[in-house]
């Protein structure tokens, strides 16, 4: 018993890399019984994401797949994908990030997955969406970065097309997924009825980007251009001090005139470029210049006392290395080690919400390719002989 509050709810995982992976284990930690299906030479993350003890199980590979079963499936060959199809209808979820015409081939399409078993949550995490002309083309994260605008945006930024240094369009669409999801799961509880769930990548980010920055093309007519010039100011970044950087962030009124007086400058909020929200916006750049130069002379922990007693919202600025040890981390219990069977101590990222009625609570380690192969056809009802004829069609 796996414990949360998805515990019984059964879902065949036919993603790989990040943005499937991300939504599945997820469901994972709450309890659903996860199985992976990965063709014979695994999923690409276990090697695209660097080295590992065992060379088959990357960082970022046991980040997004703990709490799953894997198990190996050549879909090119017909009885690896009729028993794919039975496993599916048997499951109450499955997700899949392939193109369209893959989907066709394999039968994996929510037509005929959903005919077999009228319950099931059919979920493709596409890469574009149906209908438009981009809807068969590959995609991963950097590709949908450079398309949605956030390259364009950190152009605007720092002076040059640039990604965000984290996948974040694959992090963004694999939590929207989850959500579809739980909104179908409800739906099914209360009608019996499955569903079927497009998640498109480049829509997704595209929406978030417009919401964003569509800025004054809002408007019809136009009244200017886009982009919020607060977020692409090139000066609003994390601030000197006389030992490093520290963040801060005053919008309110409040938290502007406190930041004033900490700094030694309490006349600026009767400045009028600075005394309202309305003209700290207008006048952002000369508040960002002035913000600039304002912390050299004390240090981060100085400041950060400062602030702390000012109710000015601040925090120390990290690295990925100080981040590791920052002491709330420690405090929370988010980094932990475990044992895992092939790559022995690793440390795991804990989960960063708490619900009430708890989480998975009978931990597994991210799966070795194909662990539990045997394990996962043998409660489908497959006998021992076709089992053993498919193993061995992928050696």
Known sequence: MSGGPLEGVRVIDLTSVVVGPVATQFLADYGADVIKIEPPEGDLLRKLGGKSPSGDASAKFLHFNRNKRSIILDLKTQEARRTLQVLCAEADVVVLNMRGPALERAGLTDELLRAANPRLIHCWL?????????????????????????????????????????????????????QMILLALYRRERTGQGDSIQVPMFENMAAFMLAEHMYLRSFEPSLGGTGDPRILDPQNRPLPTLDGHICISANTDAQAYAFFEAVGRP?????????????????????????????????????????????????????????????????????????????????????????????????????????????VLTEAGFDAATIERLKASLA
């Open 267 to 375: 006349e600026l909020k009767d400045d009028p470029r600075f005394s309202t929200v309305a003209g700290r916006f207008k006048n952002v750049q000369a508040f960002f210049e002035f913000r600039l130069g304002a912390l050299r002379e004390r240090t981060t922990a100085q400041w950060l006392s400062i602030f702390e007693n000012a109710n000015v919202p601040a925090m120390p600025y990290h690295t990925l290395e100080t981040l590791l040890e920052d002491p709330h981390i420690d405090d929370v219990g988010m980094l932990t080690t475990v044992e895992h069977p092939s790559e022995g101590t690793i440390w795991n990222v804990g989960l960063p919400n708490k619900l009430g009625s708890g989480a998975r609570t009978d931990y597994m380690p991210p799966p070795m390719r194909g662990q539990h192969t045997t394990e």
């Open 126 to 178: 596409a890469g574009f969406g149906q209908g438009g002309r981009y809807a068969d083309r590959p995609a991963y994260d950097t590709i949908v970065q450079g398309a949605s605008g956030v390259a364009g945006a950190m152009e605007r930024l720092v002076g040059q097309p640039s990604y965000a240094p984290v996948l974040a369009a694959d992090h963004t669409v694999g939590l929207i997924a989850i």
